[in-house]
């Protein structure tokens, strides 16, 4: 059985280097900031994913690169925030997320009969854990053409093999391919 009968979404939508890396060991993005403003008129199907999606979950460590964002851009969607370390939700913040700490599979249990369809997992190490945990259901990876030698790594340690399913791959003028996968059960 493909993940996709399942009913729930759990899906990973992320861009890494060529070899791999989701962000500098810093945590820094420059590099992905300044290969994709080469073409502001193309979004490479991040707006129709996020317009797909009704809940987001990420974890402390990328809730830290975007708190001092100007606007929150989150605005429309429920953001569960996975940290054993955060403890309350600043008070700029109150109401634009929520705080985590406990089982996954409970979490999204519990998202799915608040009425959640299709969630948005993102951070390296908050992907990692679903997907060892069996919770992802697709994975669409866009690659940009640079090798950065040495970062935040996309994929981690498994317990197992974790076999998936090739939907498509596009390819754009920019360099940029995205790829898109299920998870096999
Ligand atoms: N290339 C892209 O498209 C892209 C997308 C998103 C993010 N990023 C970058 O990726 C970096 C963040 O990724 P990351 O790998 O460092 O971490 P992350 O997944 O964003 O955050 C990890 C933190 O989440 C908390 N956590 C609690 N329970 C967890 C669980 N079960 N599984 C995993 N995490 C849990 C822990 O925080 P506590 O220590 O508080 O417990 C942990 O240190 C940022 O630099 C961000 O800019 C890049």
Same mark, same amino acid.
């Given at each position: 059985?493909n993940q996709?009968? %399942? #009913?729930?979404k759990v ?7 060529? $070899? ?6 810093n945590?820094?993005? $420059? ?6 403003s080469? $073409?502001?008129? +193309?979004d490479y199907? !991040?707006? #129709?994913f *996020?317009d797909s999606? $009704?809940?987001?979950v990420m ?7 975007i708190i &001092?964002?100007? #606007?929150?851009? !989150?605005?429309d %969607? ?5 940290s054993? /370390?955060l403890?309350?939700?600043?008070a700029q913040?109150? &109401?634009k997320f929520?705080?985590y700490?406990?089982?996954? =599979?409970e @979490?999204? =249990?519990?998202l799915e /009969? &608040?009425?959640?369809k299709?969630? *948005?997992i &993102?951070?390296?190490k908050?992907i990692q854990?679903?997907i060892n945990?069996? @919770?992802?259901?697709d994975i669409?990876?866009t690659k ?5 030698g040495?970062?935040?790594p996309?994929?981690g340690?498994?317990?197992?093999d974790?076999?998936? /399913?090739?939907?498509? /791959?596009?390819t !754009?003028?920019?360099g940029f391919?995205?790829?898109?996968? +299920?998870m096999?059960?």
């Amino acid at each position: 059985m493909n993940q996709s009968d %399942k #009913e729930m979404k759990v899906s990973v939508f992320i861009a890494t280097s060529l $070899d791999g890396f989701i962000a500098r060991k810093n945590g820094n993005i $420059d590099w992905l900031m300044a290969a994709d403003s080469s $073409d502001k008129s +193309e979004d490479y199907g !991040y707006q #129709e994913f *996020y317009d797909s999606i $009704d809940c987001l979950v990420m974890g402390r460590n990328s809730l830290e690169k975007i708190i &001092d964002f100007p #606007e929150w851009p !989150y605005e429309d %969607k429920r953001v569960v925030v996975l940290s054993n /370390t955060l403890k309350e939700v600043p008070a700029q913040h109150v &109401d634009k997320f929520e705080i985590y700490s406990g089982s996954l =599979k409970e @979490l999204v =249990k519990r998202l799915e /009969t &608040d009425g959640c369809k299709s969630l *948005y997992i &993102d951070g390296g190490k908050t992907i990692q854990s679903f997907i060892n945990k069996g @919770l992802v259901t697709d994975i669409s990876i866009t690659k940009i053409p640079v090798l950065l030698g040495e970062g935040l790594p996309l994929f981690g340690k498994t317990r197992r093999d974790i076999k998936l /399913t090739h939907i498509e /791959t596009k390819t !754009y003028p920019s360099g940029f391919v995205k790829s898109t996968y +299920e998870m096999v059960q």
